[in-house]
């Protein structure tokens, strides 16, 4: 009797253990960068450091004038737990209201930049320092602001290899190729001195959306470059997937650093449709994505519950119709 129930106890203890070992190995799943460390761009994909296609997949802030609450540490966790993210774009204005060139205060900016910047790090994900042109147009009107600012960050970010630099957010306003050309040109060498290998991320014509142009017309002469197109896939359908089909057909790195479901002015209805349409091309490819914007802002594209006050943690029934979509993509579903 006593034997017996010596075993039992003994059976008991040794489940326990063993499932505690269970609990603590999935607390400690490797992080992203635990297992894809520096990332470099082969060919039209970006590839791990053991030269294996890797998908990048995250959020973009909105901008960190307006919503830098959301720049936190938890709220990454989250991002990355339960969403499967792997990367946070730090989305900040140059132009619009309190943007960094209008007004904002550049040391509080760079501060939330910095603090982004070390949580995405510290969770082992990877983070965009995104110089956010918009009403700007073209990337040359701010370019020695521009040469300041991504000195100083590269700089600063030297030794992180898990930061990328997006060069100018979306030139438009008849901004053509070969503007945006010369300016990455002058800018890419600044970078390229303090962070070698570090992948920068050019913009192209048309608020991000003409990849042909650099299809047709790549940077020379520098690895680690990749080229973006945004899509709202309310307003952009099969003309711009098309292009985007072509051009990374020809070899071209595209990066999707921003996008969402509703349309282009980041409202209006989700078209569930081409959503699906544009999630198949990017899983087909395994092209980067970054999602628009975490945020309550009462707008389509963000993608927390504007009633929601919660920074991070947030629960399915908090997230806007975006924020559920959006999630379920990131996690294959
Ligand atoms: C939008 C924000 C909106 C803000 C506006 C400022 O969602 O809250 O008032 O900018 O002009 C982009 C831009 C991105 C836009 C977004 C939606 O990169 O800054 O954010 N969008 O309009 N390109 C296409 C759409």
Redesign the pocket.
Known sequence: MLRKNIVKIMAAAIAVVGLSLVASNSSMAATPYAKHGQLSVKGSKIVDKSGKTFQLKGVST??IS?FPDYVNKKAFKTLRNKWKANIIRL?M?TE?YNGYLSGGNKDDLEKTIDKGVKAATSLGMYSIVDW?I??DGNPNTHKSEAKTFFEKMSKKYANNPQVLYELC??PNGGTTWSNIKSYAEEIIPIIRKNAPKAIIIVGTPT??QEVDKPAADPIKGYDNIVYTC?F?AATHKDDLRNRVESAVKSGLPVFIS?F?ICD????GAIDYASAKAWKKLINKYKLPYVA??LSN?N?A??LIKSNVKSLSGWKKSQLSATGKWISKMMQGK
């Open positions: 909105h901008g307006w989305a204005y619009e956010h918009l009403s957010n979306e608020w991000s945004h709202y921003e969402s282009a002015s980041g409202n628009w914007n802002k707008e594209s963000a």
